[in-house]
């Protein structure tokens, strides 16, 4: 009986050992009845986790340049006086060219926007600046200056209006809006030369009598002179200095 059983035990240990019922095939057939070992669930985790890292920083990337472009667009919106980027038609551009005409010396566009003004001035041979207080639409500007070859008469600056003094140009342009319209003629006033001519787009200066007028509508300028104002306010005389005190 005891060697039975001693045959029985070695012909199963030969059997593991090399035969159809090994641990190797054992855990063959344990993994295809669905034991996964733990480093799967380790990897699968891990993968799951750098997933997640990557969407979270695709989404916070796109969310901060979102920011960085809209920023400069929104903001101009919380000033007192706000001066929105509307680009110009091609009839304003053409009423300004129309004002420029037989002019001699700079030009300079106030609130540049996309650049248009400044490029058109600077292809009809006038050495042109473009002030912007937002920075994507200078660089946009320059860009564009760029590609149309006149990128060494038409240069671009971030720049506020406010802190600019406009005595070293001949030609002033504005795209300006009802609010601002005021403060700017003022400011003009004390810095024009005596050969400057304004320019005025979509709004008029509200105590300038124009020179000369363009257009109709939304696409109608107003030019005037410095020596044309500086006359008439001389003529005018101390009561004239008045009315125009009393009425801003």
């Known amino acids: 009986m005891v060697q039975s059983t ?32 733990p480093t799967c669930f380790e990897a699968n985790s891990l993968k799951k986790r750098n997933w997640g890292l990557l969407f979270t920083g695709i989404v916070g990337g796109s969310l901060v340049a979102v920011y960085a472009v809209a920023t400069p667009f929104v903001t101009p919106a919380l000033r007192k006086i706000c001066l929105p980027f509307v680009p110009a038609t091609p009839k304003q551009i053409e009423n300004v060219l129309t004002m420029l005409h037989c002019r001699r010396g700079s030009v300079v566009d106030i609130g540049s926007g996309d650049g248009r003004i400044v490029i058109a001035a600077a292809k009809e041979g006038f050495m042109a600046v473009g002030y912007e207080l937002n920075p994507w639409l200078v660089w946009y500007s320059r860009y564009r200056a760029w590609r149309e070859g006149v990128h060494n008469s038409a240069k671009f600056y971030i720049s506020d209006l406010w802190k600019v003094t406009f005595s070293q140009y ?79």
């Open 170 to 248: 001949t030609n002033i342009v504005i795209f300006g809006v009802p609010q601002m319209m005021p403060l700017l003629e003022r400011k003009l006033e004390l810095e024009l030369v005596q050969d400057a001519r304004v320019i005025a787009c979509r709004f008029p200066f509200p105590h300038w009598i124009p020179d000369h007028v363009a257009g109709e509508g939304v696409d109608t300028v107003w030019a005037y002179d410095a020596g044309s104002l500086r006359g008439r306010r001389r003529r005018a005389g101390p009561a004239g200095q008045s009315q125009s005190v009393a009425q801003v």
């Open 6 to 37: 001693s045959v029985f035990l070695t012909a199963g240990n030969l059997a593991m050992e090399g035969g159809e019922g090994s641990p190797l095939e054992a855990l063959k057939e344990e993994g295809q009845s669905g034991y996964v070992p």
